[in-house]
């Protein structure tokens, strides 16, 4: 068992596969060029996703009027939970957006990100943005600092502003540490502090992303990433509990590979430009013949696995053999796939 920032961790080979796989969609990812409305739409439709996993997560439920207004954003008619909610989310995407790599892994940014995602709710002032107080330690005390807490030696406020300072820190100054895994451990470590008094959760999920965003990972705003956390939800609660449960010096390997197959499976969706206008602007060899939904999804499928075989495909996207062959043969014809190898070897990749 290894050690990792202060908790225990065993760095398995499934861990070691999924982080290379991640790596080469990355990769395949920042080797192609989009146009600037297909990204936006992508852009609107994984975020318009995110909002609504995040408040269901949240045990929030928004109404089909409530999701108009989200579209529209047109908040003034009517005010809920769920919808205040969902404004903050909102504000927290945009600022996260507008935010330049280094401000994404100071402290700072998780207390502003805390502070809007809070901010229209029936609230404190002094429970937005700010680390719980002692006075709210003595109410409902925390799992994190039991210890500290019972004998009374140092407010919890400033407990806590040495975690969190002491996770940004080691996320800045640690370079021996994968980016997926910091990710991961920073989405752990937010909620297991517990320093904020609402919310820490979906803020460690948030600052996870903002971390990946930061290190380059430009394809996270376009993940329908929430949806995964959602569907699993309380596979989640039951895994990060667990963790905490046994803290200090907790094994988050469990929690790592929750968040990493998660990762994954969302980039698994992630929108590639196969549009026949972006190919043939980028391949002005490729033929006029059009392309169904269906031969985009194989052509997004081949994208993010180059090297593929048909049988391969067809497992992928759950599409017969004898129709990914012919497939196969009109993507040659029209100049969009490169073949390799000959009869059962035969493997493709994006031209």
Sequence with gaps: MDRIYTFQFQFTWPLVQMIRNVERIHMTWKSRHSSATFLENRREEAGMS???SCAKIEGLSLSSEDLSSIKRQSFDDFSNSALDFSRGLLDVYAFLDSASPEELIEEDCVKKVHELLTSYMALPDAHKGEYKSQDEMDNKGSAALPTLITFRTTNPNEL????????FRWT??????DDLVKASLMAYEIYAVDA?????????RLMAG???????YNWIVYLKLEREFELR???????MAQCKMRRPNEDITPWIEFYLECLLHALEGLPFDTSYERIKSANPSAS???????????LRFIEANPGTR???ISQGVNIPVPTIKKMMAKFYRMALVNRFGQGRGTHYAMR
């Design 172 to 177: 800045k100054d640690n370079d021996n540490v």
């Design 50 to 52: 995110s909002v609504v």
């Design 310 to 312: 048909s049988g391969e």
């Design 233 to 239: 939800h309380r596979e989640m609660q039951q895994i």
């Design 196 to 204: 904020f008094n609402s919310y820490v959760g979906t803020l460690g």
């Design 210 to 216: 903002a971390y990946l965003k930061s290190r380059g």
């Design 288 to 298: 006029d013949e059009t392309l169904s939904p269906r031969e985009e999804r194989v």
């Design 160 to 167: 806590f502003s040495r975690s969190m300072s002491a996770l």
